[in-house]
């Protein structure tokens, strides 16, 4: 029988190896990791990765606002509205000089630079990855709405803009990109019932991009066939008059618990908001009284909707807005509850800092 040193035993112990951290106290590390940290964790120590997927997969993960300071030199923020925390993306994970996000699904965001190039990046995995479309030729405007159909990498990617003419009315133009191609496909189309573009995303929702007019109205572009239709059902939530005498926002967003096309109405910045949920099989919309555990984070470039993480924070519309709280010592996101039909914000409305330059990201593990 071999006989250990008590000092062999202590150079033993000093030096153990990371792999042999008991799976229970690597549980409670990864839940008290701060987001970015949980991301790196697998290139620590490779026996680590499973423990970290595995409690990552148990969690109910929910929106980030994502922006880039002024300062930043490309450097993004991540703002958590539950608890008003904010996680810096550090030099390892950055957007470099792409200042402009302008539409974000999968953890995958999309971004625009003042040199007009487009770049989509993943930066919630352990290695970035970023793919550099090609801009649209003659484009001139901006979009009014960009959304893609799935993740950046695979065969069947179609990255899809679509934009308004202020001059006429019924012209829709739509751009899109193929994963792999040079150019985009451009098409101006004259739409067959009166419509005006909103300022939101396009959802791509069972093989068509479904577009949400500002008086409630759907457009739908096919990518198979290349058209575009506006339906004459689902009618209008409102009408051509009181569309013009009330200032608003609108948003269209596929629920995360049924799937179904839901569309969200922000009033005079949140004073009153409306949810309507698309019946399919009579093609008109529903008044949505309560969501009952889930949440819709509403954005012009990006909006999205969740199963919430626990009772007390579901039923609500998360504005893309903070508040710092200063008076209360806390912060957190501004946000409309169907329940008590009232705007929710830990400061002041003057405390509030309404971000125009940022994204509704959905971090992936």
């Given at each position: 029988?071999a006989?250990?040193?008590?000092e062999?035993?202590?150079?033993?112990?000093?030096?153990?190896?990371?792999?042999?951290?008991?799976?229970?106290?690597?549980g409670?590390?990864?839940?008290?990791?701060?987001?970015?940290?949980?991301?790196?964790?697998?290139?620590v120590?490779?026996?680590?990765?499973?423990?970290?997927?595995?409690?990552?997969?148990?969690?109910?993960?929910?929106?980030?606002?994502?922006y880039?300071?002024?300062?930043?030199?490309?450097?993004?923020k991540?703002?958590?509205?539950?608890?008003?925390?904010?996680?810096?993306?550090?030099?390892?994970?950055t957007?470099?000089?792409?200042?402009?996000?302008?539409?974000?699904?999968?953890?995958?965001?999309?971004?625009i630079?003042?040199?007009?190039?487009?770049s989509?990046?993943?930066?919630?995995?352990?290695?970035?990855?970023i793919?550099?479309?090609?801009?649209?030729?003659?484009?001139?405007?901006?979009?009014?709405?960009?959304?893609?159909?799935?993740?950046?990498?695979?065969?069947?990617?179609?990255?899809?803009?679509?934009?308004?003419?202020?001059?006429?009315?019924?012209?829709?133009?739509?751009?899109?990109?193929?994963?792999?191609?040079?150019?985009w496909?451009?098409?101006e189309?004259?739409?067959?019932?009166?419509?005006?573009?909103g300022?939101?995303?396009?959802?791509?929702?069972?093989g068509?991009?479904?577009?949400?007019?500002?008086?409630?109205?759907?457009?739908?572009?096919n990518?198979?066939?290349?058209?575009?239709?506006v339906?004459?059902?689902?009618?209008?939530l409102?009408?051509?008059?009181?569309?013009?005498l009330?200032?608003?926002?609108?948003?269209?967003?596929?629920?995360?618990?049924?799937?179904e096309?839901?569309?969200?109405?922000?009033?005079?910045?949140?004073?009153?908001?409306?949810?309507?949920r698309?019946?399919?099989?009579?093609?008109?919309?529903?008044?949505?009284?309560?969501?009952?555990?889930?949440?819709?984070f509403?954005?012009?470039?990006?909006?999205?909707?969740?199963?919430?993480?626990?009772?007390?924070?579901g039923?609500?519309?998360?504005?893309?807005?903070?508040?710092?709280?200063?008076?209360?010592r806390?912060?957190?996101g501004?946000?409309?509850?169907?329940?008590?039909?009232k705007?929710?914000?830990?400061?002041?409305?003057?405390?509030?800092?309404?971000?125009?330059?940022?994204?509704?990201?959905?971090?992936?593990?």
């Open positions: 029988m006989i250990i040193s008590k062999e035993k202590i150079d033993e112990e000093k030096f153990r190896s990371w792999t042999d951290i008991p799976t229970d106290m690597m409670l590390i990864v839940h008290n990791l701060p987001l970015v940290d949980r991301i790196r964790l697998g290139s120590c490779k026996s680590w990765r499973w423990v970290s997927d595995s409690i990552c997969d148990d969690i109910k993960p929910w929106p980030k606002l994502m880039v300071p002024d300062t930043s030199r490309g450097q993004s991540l703002i958590d509205p539950l608890d008003g925390k904010s996680v810096d993306m550090n030099e390892e994970i957007v470099d000089n792409y200042f402009a996000p302008c539409f974000s699904k999968d953890g995958w965001v999309v971004f630079n003042d040199d007009e190039d487009l989509i990046v993943n930066m919630f995995v352990e290695e970035e990855e793919i550099d479309p090609p801009f649209p030729r003659h484009f001139q405007c901006c979009f009014d709405g960009v959304c893609f159909s799935s993740v950046p990498t695979s065969s069947d990617f179609r990255l899809m803009g679509v934009s308004g003419s202020l001059v006429r009315e019924s012209q829709v133009d739509i751009y899109v990109w193929r994963h792999g191609e040079d150019e496909s451009q098409e189309f004259e739409s067959n019932l009166p419509f005006q573009v300022c939101n995303n396009p959802v791509f929702h069972e068509l991009f479904y577009c949400l007019g500002r008086e409630g109205n759907l457009g739908v572009y990518p198979e066939e290349e058209t575009w239709t339906l004459d059902r689902p009618r209008p409102f009408s051509r008059r009181s569309n013009c009330q200032g608003h926002d609108c948003f269209l967003v596929e629920s995360a618990e049924n799937k096309l839901m569309s969200v109405f922000v009033f005079n910045d949140g004073e009153r908001v409306t949810v309507s698309l019946d399919e099989s009579k093609m008109a919309w529903r008044n949505v009284d309560d969501l009952g555990d889930e949440m819709i509403v954005d012009a470039r990006s909006s999205i909707s969740v199963v919430s993480p626990s009772k007390e924070t039923n609500r519309i998360y504005l893309p807005r903070f508040s710092d709280g200063a008076a209360s806390r912060g957190g501004v946000y409309y509850s169907l329940k008590t039909k705007l929710h914000t830990h400061a002041e409305r003057d405390a509030e800092q309404v971000r125009t330059d940022c994204v509704w990201v959905m971090p992936s593990f």
